[in-house]
Every structure is written in structure tokens, then in C-alpha cells.
Nanobody
Framework: QVQLVESGGGLVQAGGSLRLSCAAS????????MGWFRQAPGKEREFVAA?????????KYGDSVKGRFTISRDNAKSTVYLQTSSLKPEDTAVYYC?????????????????WGQGTQVTVSS
């Protein structure tokens, strides 16, 4: 059974940072591209970042987080990270970890195979 478990969310002031983690189990982690999406109340799920299987070849970011967020992965630990910085109130959302069995790094939610339960990030002004 595949499980993706996010952690690291919380309440932070604008300008602050958080490091989100996603621990994967039940899958061959190194065979999956990994991604982060977020969803704010009343809004559609938004692409945040994604990283290829080996963590080197392809990394993509959503326009709203470029230059502020960094995605990385540790295949030995079956974990993907999202380092956030310069957080803004509009970054407030539930952040979801996703896994996609593919060589291609996708930015659409419909292309991902597995999803975590999400972790709440709240940025106060």
C-alpha cells in the first residue's frame, strides 16, 4: 500500500520559512517523479514544484513560487522536501505531496498517481 505522509506545516509570519517533508512508503521511490501541489480554500489545486526521479535532470516550479521555494529529494530516505522562504499570506494553503510513475515531470494534478493527505501552511501578515 502506497503512503505519502507530509509533515512540517504550521503557522508562520510573512517573510518566514518552513521546510515541508514527505515520506513515501510502499513504492519504488526512485522510479517516481515527485511533486508538491497546494490548495487554498475556494481555489483550485495549484502546481507548486516537481522533481525528476534522480533529482537532477528536471526540476519545475510554479510561477508564484519561483525563486522562493526549493524542491529536493533523498532517494535513500524515500523522502521529498519543499524548502519555502519569503512566505506570503497568499501562500496559505494545504500542501500535498504527489508521486508519478514516469520519466516526465508533469505540472498537472491529473497526471499524478498517488497523493498524501496534506499539511496545512498558514502565513500571517
Amino acid at each position: 500500500q502506497v503512503q505519502l505522509v507530509e509533515s512540517g506545516g504550521g503557522l508562520v509570519q510573512a517573510g518566514g520559512s518552513l521546510r515541508l517533508s514527505c515520506a513515501a512508503s510502499g513504492l519504488m521511490f526512485s522510479s517516481y517523479a515527485m511533486g508538491w501541489f497546494r490548495q487554498a480554500p475556494g481555489k483550485e489545486r495549484e502546481f507548486v514544484a516537481a522533481i525528476s526521479r534522480n533529482g537532477v535532470n528536471v526540476i519545475k516550479y510554479g510561477d508564484s513560487v519561483k525563486g522562493r521555494f526549493t524542491i529536493s529529494r533523498d532517494n535513500a530516505k524515500s523522502t521529498v522536501y519543499l524548502q519555502t522562504s519569503s512566505l506570503k499570506p497568499e501562500d496559505t494553503a494545504v500542501y500535498y505531496c504527489t508521486a508519478d510513475y514516469t520519466l516526465i515531470v508533469h505540472t498537472s494534478a491529473r497526471d499524478y498517481d498517488y497523493w498524501g493527505q496534506g499539511t496545512q501552511v498558514t502565513v500571517s501578515s
